[in-house]
T-cell receptor, first 112, second 113 residues
Framework: AQSVAQPEDQVNVAEGNPLTVKCTYSVSGNPYLFWYVQYPNRGLQFLLKYITGDNLVKGSYGFEAEFNKSQTSFHLKKPSALVSDSALYFCAVMGGNEKLTFGTGTRLTIIP | GAVVSQHPSRVICKSGTSVKIECRSLDFQATTMFWYRQFPKQSLMLMATSNEGSKATYEQGVEKDKFLINHASLTLSTLTVTSAHPEDSSFYIC?????????FGQGTRLTVV
């Protein structure tokens, strides 16, 4: 069975500072990994994905994520946080049947 | 990216009535769609996998007679919450997948009073 862990329920970062939202995964076979962002009462917006290739994946809104196979991690990062980045972030892994398994989510708050 | 449209975005209904939520893939054919439920401040819980032209596959603990799913065409899946009760109040989200990518609807906030 596949699973995703987001160890932090809440992350607070000062505006302009770098941010990291952590994610580790467990899956048999090649991992297909995703990050999504959710704003209040809205669906999920795609940020980025790792299928194969470079371990550093660049996505929307200046976000990037680093795939680390040895640590089974896929942490989301941004060099300089904006207040508008405040939202709920979900890491997910896709299995062979294209079924997504989500982490529990991390609420990111950027402090002005 | 592909667009998935979910309707309605909000619905309030009385206990005992049924509510239908539609999920449409607007620019691609989705043989598989997924329905999720999200409780406040929690993650998405997969309810069922909707397969075009066949019966949906429900996750453990999800009542198939209460949450009826129909996927009659490659662009439309519907979720009907039958005989709704206040505990069914939640945020429901659909997604369509293709080519190792998932596209999500905007979500439906269901409130049962």
């Amino acid at each position: 069975a596949q699973s995703v862990a987001q160890p932090e329920d809440q992350v607070n970062v000062a505006e302009g500072n770098p941010l990291t939202v952590k994610c580790t995964y467990s899956v048999s076979g090649n991992p297909y990994l995703f990050w999504y962002v959710q704003y209040p009462n809205r669906g999920l917006q795609f940020l980025l994905k790792y299928i194969t290739g470079d371990n550093l994946v660049k996505g929307s809104y200046g976000f990037e994520a680093e795939f680390n196979k040895s640590q089974t991690s896929f942490h989301l990062k941004k060099p300089s946080a904006l207040v508008s980045d405040s939202a709920l972030y979900f890491c997910a892994v896709m299995g062979g049947n294209e079924k997504l398994t989500f982490g529990t989510g991390t609420r990111l708050t950027i402090i002005p | 990216g592909a667009v998935v449209s979910q309707h309605p975005s909000r619905v309030i209904c009385k206990s005992g009535t049924s509510v239908k939520i539609e999920c449409r893939s607007l620019d691609f054919q989705a043989t598989t769609m997924f329905w999720y439920r999200q409780f406040p401040k929690q993650s998405l819980m997969l309810m069922a996998t909707s397969n075009e032209g066949s019966k949906a596959t429900y996750e453990q603990g999800v009542e198939k007679d209460k949450f009826l799913i129909n996927h009659a065409s490659l662009t439309l899946s519907t979720l009907t919450v039958t005989s709704a009760h206040p505990e069914d109040s939640s945020f429901y989200i659909c997604s369509a997948t293709g080519a190792r990518e998932a596209f999500f609807g905007q979500g439906t906030r269901l409130t049962v009073v």
